[in-house]
């Protein structure tokens, strides 16, 4: 009988990872989007995140392969977005098989009516499908009647926030949006203001009003009935965090196959300050690049597999090509071939096993172990380490975030 361990041609980012970013004028897109907004949210406040595949009854495995298939079309979307050029009319964002892995709950107008959107460091624009619909997808919760709220107001076609687009519109004094993303899914309607309610009965709640999203009268494409819309957390001025008095936001993710998801900080609660183990905390800068603002870049410096180290060229390219990005929208963590290459041939060398390319995971490598007991039982083995190394910090990897275990067969 043998007893196969798979490690995709990814690393699996399925750690208890915390993550704390900080955006300020010297560091963000320009804040000029904000000059006339109050001053909004003196405090911070929590949000639970749930993963997608949550109540879905998957094994571990099974999670990953369905990370596996979402992030081939993540990584198109990202690709497009970073060879494209700032001027670009159009912005690609990932919608099929949702739009990232994590779901957060928020309360929309007044009175607040309760949605679950998927949010996204990789995009800004936070919008939701509202009534009246001419194409409208099928969510969970109704969809945002803004007739019923109180609070709801159109944007003008004056306000920054409109200006903030790439290609605004107007059309009767009323700024306009439309999104087209990678998969051929579209979103479209109106940029208006509103109250957004966030937290829920175990947690206090915080409302912000004035925040500026897209009320999309026409929305189409596949499989977007995970959420009633997206919440952009990216460096530019439409996002949920940019609109912040205090632009700082942190989420904590427990591991992959673990029920609950994790917590998402906004403001002061995101502080490393309000960390239990704050002296453990390691500290990497975030990278501006100027021809992709609403990404967060990091520098990357090399892995180490064991006792080999395979550099990383983590530099921008003339064209504001290359770099690394930092992506709660994605799974497994995508390299370059040459720097995969390197890290594929240090762990084939390191596990001293034979490697199986049936390829029947779907995943790039597969070990094969050999079980001489009945019934088979697993065999124990000494993974190599592997350890990222960004600038000004390590970060080792527990070998169950980059090595699978697949089951007896």
Not at 81 to 103: E, H, K
Not at 111 to 127: C, E, K, R, T
Not at 164 to 169: E, G, N
């Amino acid at each position: 009988m043998a007893s196969s361990y798979f490690l995709s041609s990814f690393i699996f980012l399925e750690l208890a990872l915390v993550v704390i970013l900080f955006l300020n004028p010297a560091f963000s897109t320009p804040r000029r989007a904000l000059d006339q907004r109050q001053s909004v949210l003196q405090s911070g406040f929590r949000v639970s995140l749930k993963h997608v595949d949550s109540g879905k009854n998957l094994t571990k495995f099974q999670r990953i392969q369905t990370g596996v298939e979402r992030g081939r079309y993540r990584l198109q979307r990202l690709s497009a977005m970073a060879s494209a050029t700032i001027s670009d009319s159009q912005v690609d964002a990932p919608i099929r098989s949702g739009n990232g892995v994590f779901l957060m709950d928020l309360a929309i107008g007044t009175p607040p009516v309760s949605y679950s959107a998927i949010i996204d460091s990789g995009s800004d624009l936070i919008w939701t499908q509202c009534k009246p619909c001419q194409q409208c997808y099928h969510q969970p919760t109704p969809i945002f009647d803004p007739e019923k709220s109180s609070s709801f107001s159109n944007m003008s076609c004056e306000n920054q926030l409109c200006n903030a687009q790439l290609s605004p519109t107007c059309e009767c004094d009323v700024c306009q949006y439309y999104y087209e993303y990678g998969d051929d899914s579209t979103t479209e309607g109106v940029m208006a203001t509103e109250t957004f309610t966030f937290g829920n009965s175990k947690t206090s709640k915080v409302s912000i009003a004035n925040i500026g999203f897209g009320c999309g009268n026409d929305n189409s494409g596949n499989e977007l009935d995970q959420g009633a819309g997206l919440v952009g957390l990216g460096r530019g001025s439409l996002s949920l965090v940019s609109q912040l008095k205090q632009p700082i936001f942190s989420y904590c993710l427990t591991p992959f196959d673990d029920t609950p998801s994790g917590t998402l900080l906004m403001g002061s609660l995101a502080g490393a300050n309000g960390c239990t183990n704050a002296s453990n905390i390691k500290t990497t800068p975030l990278i501006k690049n100027p021809t992709q603002p609403t990404f967060y870049y990091l520098s990357l410096e090399g892995i180490s597999v064991g006792n080999t180290f395979v550099p990383v060229n983590s530099d921008f390219e003339n064209d504001g090509s290359g770099g690394v990005v930092i992506d709660c929208g994605t799974t497994l963590t995508y390299m370059f071939s040459s720097v995969f290459d390197g890290v594929k041939q240090a762990l084939i060398a390191q596990m001293g096993l034979p490697v199986d390319d049936s390829g029947a995971s779907g995943l790039d490598l597969c070990f094969t172990l050999q079980s001489t007991k009945e019934p088979p039982e697993p065999v124990l083995i000494n993974y190599p380490t592997m350890v990222l190394h960004f600038k000004g910090a390590d970060l080792e990897l527990p070998p169950t975030n980059y090595i699978v275990h697949q089951g007896f067969s």
